[in-house]
């Protein structure tokens, strides 16, 4: 099946700083991305949808301010949590939606710790 | 509201039985029906996954029941096996949009 690599996978921050993870869909073009979050037992949260050239669109109660994604290319979504706080410590995981159908792979998820 | 609401929460197995996960959905215009599988730590992996046009699906041990008219689906683990042990998630969506997901199942399968 497609790949899509997450990077990294697990990342310790301080608190106020910000913390960029990458999405890249491997052996194939993604013109949308999407970004979840998940804590631990529980679904997964869509935090927003990312469209390549374009702004993304974030789900109700998301701070697009400080989550701030940016889709630059047809394989690559970055997701900044800018000013972290041990509150935004969770799973992040992003996926990719391949051609115009409806198949999406997940990347393989990236933890958060904010201390 | 949850667009896809999947039961049980959790689910024990012996191992050699056959676990079953359920899902159902009220918008029809969903086309798209997954199921994926989650191990502690790990992004969600698609199993399965089945249209409406078809009423069921089988991947090996992997079985999709789908039920247009009652707006269900569910999932079929035949022979299980403490590997099979993971969180599972029903998704459904229609071409280009996002994915509704289900709350998930935590399934154990006991050796």
């Known amino acids: 099946g497609a790949v899509v690599s997450q990077h990294p996978s697990w990342v310790i921050c301080k608190s106020g700083t910000s913390v960029k993870i990458e999405c890249r869909s491997l052996?194939?073009?993604?013109?949308?991305m999407f970004w979840y979050r998940q804590f631990p037992k529980q679904s997964l949260m869509l935090m927003a949808t990312?469209?390549?050239?374009?702004?993304?669109?974030?789900e109700q109660g998301v701070e697009k301010d400080k989550f701030l994604i940016n889709h630059a290319s047809l394989t690559l979504s970055t997701l900044t949590v800018t000013s972290a706080h041990p509150e935004d410590s969770s799973f992040y995981i992003c996926s990719a939606l391949q051609g115009t159908g409806n198949t999406i792979y997940f990347g393989e998820g990236s933890w958060l710790t904010v201390v | 509201q949850q667009q896809v609401k999947q039961s049980p929460q959790s689910l024990i197995v012996q191992k050699g039985g056959i676990s079953i996960i359920n899902c159902a959905y009220e918008?029809?215009?969903?086309?798209?029906f997954p199921w994926y599988q989650q191990f502690p730590g790990k992004g969600p992996a698609l199993l399965i996954a089945i249209r409406p046009d078809v009423s069921e699906k089988k991947e090996g041990r992997f079985t999709i029941s789908f039920n247009k008219s009652a707006k269900q689906f569910s999932l079929h683990i035949m022979d299980s096996q403490p590997g099979d042990s993971a969180t599972y998630f029903c998704?459904?969506?229609?071409?280009?949009?996002?994915?509704?997901f289900g709350t998930g199942t935590s399934l154990t399968v006991i050796p």
């Open positions: 918008n029809t215009a969903f086309d798209y």
């Open positions: 990312s469209n390549e050239g374009s702004k993304a669109t974030y």
């Open positions: 052996d194939f073009q993604a013109t949308t």
């Open positions: 998704a459904a969506s229609y071409p280009g949009n996002q994915f509704y």
